[in-house]
């Protein structure tokens, strides 16, 4: 079983800078791929940035030199570092980690709520 953990959203005004972290515990596979996806309310949940353990990086167009990720692979941990934020940053931030090793796993935090607001 894997188990994901968020931290660090809030209320932030629009311009300023907020650092999400997600921590992963369990039988992770070696060969991962850990991000963050969002969700505003009335919206599908979307792609923000994944990491891979290789080092390759994916960024949604929408916060590409706003946002970025950065993972401890020592730690199983994740890091989304938003800055810049605009109110239509705001949504339930989620956690994310999976692998294929002959089967697909996904797995998801509870997610965290950023909110960009005056």
């Known amino acids: 079983q894997v188990q994901l953990a968020e931290s660090g959203g809030g209320l932030v005004q629009p311009g300023g800078s907020l650092r999400l972290s997600c921590g992963a515990s369990g039988n992770i596979f070696s060969d991962n791929a850990l991000g963050w996806y969002r969700q505003a309310p009335g919206k599908q949940r979307e792609l923000v940035a994944v990491?891979?353990?290789?080092?390759?990086?994916n960024y949604a167009d929408s916060v590409k030199g706003r946002f970025t990720i950065s993972r401890d692979n020592a730690k199983n941990a994740v890091y989304l570092q938003m800055n810049s934020l605009k109110p239509e940053d705001t949504a339930v931030y989620y956690c994310?980690?999976?692998?294929?090793?002959?089967?697909?796993?996904?797995?998801w935090g509870q997610g965290t709520q950023v909110t960009v607001s005056s």
């Open positions: 990491a891979s353990t290789g080092g390759s990086v």
């Open positions: 994310n980690a999976g692998w294929f090793d002959g089967d697909i796993w996904d797995y």
